[in-house]
């Protein structure tokens, strides 16, 4: 891999602080690729935010995205003593925030996910893989879908999976097949961070991500029921059923993307949408 690099000037979208940051010729060679997200840490550009630039294959920069999320300080003693094992502060230590908010949508939603390791990567695939199954209910689990890349050529990089997150462990991340911006994993990964023990924020991520399947099932219990239904009439018995005002559109998606991806792409289809039907006929 080249070691060249090519020199961003990237400016923070919450505070303003512009500065220039260095980035890997070698990112930009695939054009297949098309835009890259490149996670910036808290200190690269300014003291007190990490947000997402998103840069196309040429290098100019083309968009930014917050990430409003603080991991709790831990005493050095529990530091040493976590030291060697794998948790969700060492892995957003080497794949960052975004990183990990893309790899548990990938999980949580069954995309493949391809993982391009450095010299110094740690981890085998099994590992990876149990500590993502460690987070979904008992029923989603055994699916192998992390894979580590030796190659370290972005260029020669050939992925059979069209549907498949790409990303390296230098918090490169080169293609997502999903358009939702990730906010539920941000939301559950939140939370989970507040907690300082290891075993009790897996547990945390696992009933959140319980929590919002109980909500598929209850959809699919719907729609096995009805030829068709329309969004709006589903949204209103789902809000009806979680006795709250009025779920979001965003988690209706989710919702869809996760029955289409571990469940039966027949049965998501019954949800219509009034506005896509009129807009057909026009």
Wanted: charged fraction near 30%; include cysteine; aromatic fraction near 10%.
């Amino acid at each position: 891999m080249s070691n060249t690099f090519k020199v961003l000037e990237v400016k923070c979208p919450i505070c303003g602080i512009a500065k220039t940051i260095n980035i890997p010729e070698a990112v930009f060679s695939q054009k297949k690729f098309g835009t890259i997200k490149i996670q910036v840490p808290i200190n690269a550009v300014c003291p007190k935010h990490q947000f997402i630039v998103f840069v196309d294959t040429k290098g100019i920069v083309r968009g930014y995205e917050k990430i409003d999320l603080h991991i709790v300080t831990i005493s050095p003693e529990a530091e040493r003593e976590a030291e060697g094992r794998i948790n969700l502060r060492n892995l957003i230590q080497t794949f960052g925030t975004y990183g990990i908010f893309s790899l548990i949508h990938a999980k949580i939603f069954n995309y493949p996910a391809y993982i391009i390791k450095d010299d110094f990567f740690e981890y085998s695939e099994e590992i990876l893989n149990k500590v993502g199954d460690n987070i979904l209910p008992e029923s989603f689990r055994g699916s192998k879908t992390i894979y580590l890349l030796d190659e370290p050529d972005i260029s020669k990089i050939k992925v059979k999976d069209k549907d498949a997150l790409i990303m390296d462990t230098q918090q490169h991340i080169f293609q997502t097949p999903w358009k939702e911006k990730l906010k539920f994993e941000e939301q559950i990964l939140k939370r989970a961070l507040e907690i300082i023990d290891e075993q009790e924020q897996q547990k945390l991520l696992q009933q959140d991500i319980s929590r919002f399947i109980s909500e598929v099932n209850y959809v699919v219990s719907i729609l096995e029921t009805v030829d068709n239904i329309y969004e709006d009439d589903l949204i209103e018995q789902l809000s009806k059923a979680l006795k709250i005002k009025k779920i979001s559109t965003y988690r209706l998606n989710l919702i869809k993307e996760f029955i289409r991806r571990n469940i039966s792409v027949k049965i998501v289809s019954k949800i219509k949408s009034r506005v896509g039907e009129f807009l057909s006929v026009i």
